[in-house]
């Protein structure tokens, strides 16, 4: 309720220092932009593709992503090499485990602020990421994960800590941290270091 005071706080503000026409000029880019970038405009991608989007967003926040090298003809039909994210073909069942957890998480732990908060950032990603599907017409979700992933991670974590609480332990959070930095050294590192590989071979730097 206070967010929507908010906004309408905000938008008679704008009025009032004659600033309407910034409101009302921007409701048609905002059209624009959802017809032509989300997965419900002029590039309708069905519900259960946007959702393996989503899915597979979710793991890329936590994982490295598929991607590898592509070659394909360029403007002038000459060849151009990229990194490129590979298409989804499937729902990520280790993503849709993560959804769960930070929702288990967020209502354990619903007396927290953080963890509203944080409940509510991951609501919003589904609604714009999933639901309105902002991003699938690109396959470039992963873009995102800078805007989204803290909630879940502040979700994961604060759930490692709930399960202390109740088990009376105390190595449940250092285990989780160990573990992170498993999986990068393991999983993320290599898939950096092949990134790193691709780029300085196709797009040296130039002194």
């Not at 309708?44 to 899915?55: A, E, M, P, V």
């Not at 298409?87 to 998480?105: D, H, K, V």
């Not at 190595?171 to 999983?187: E, Q, S």
Request: with cysteine; glycine share 6%.
């Amino acid at each position: 309720r206070s967010f929507f005071r908010a906004v309408l706080e905000f938008i008679a503000l704008m009025f009032l220092l004659d600033r309407g026409a910034v409101v009302y000029k921007s409701i048609p880019r905002l059209v624009s932009l959802l017809i032509g970038y989300s997965g419900i405009g002029r590039n309708h991608i069905l519900f259960i593709d946007r959702l393996k989007q989503y899915s597979e967003f979710l793991y890329y926040s936590f994982f490295s992503p598929c991607a590898g090298f592509h070659s394909h003809a360029g403007l002038n039909m000459e060849e151009f090499n990229s990194w490129q994210l590979y298409r989804i073909e499937s729902i990520n069942y280790t993503g849709l485990a993560i959804l769960a957890l930070a929702l288990f998480s967020a209502f354990i732990n619903r007396k927290s602020k953080i963890c509203r908060v944080s409940f509510m950032w991951v609501i919003l990603s589904f609604i714009v990421l999933c639901a309105i599907g902002w991003g699938t017409a690109e396959n470039g979700l992963i873009l995102y994960s800078l805007y989204f992933s803290w909630a879940f991670y502040i979700l994961i974590f604060m759930l490692v800590l709930k399960a202390e609480e109740l088990s009376g332990t105390k190595f449940l959070a250092p285990l989780l941290v160990v573990a992170a930095l498993c999986v990068f050294v393991r999983v993320s590192f290599p898939a950096i270091n092949e990134l790193v590989d691709f780029a300085v071979k196709y797009y040296p730097c130039s002194w």
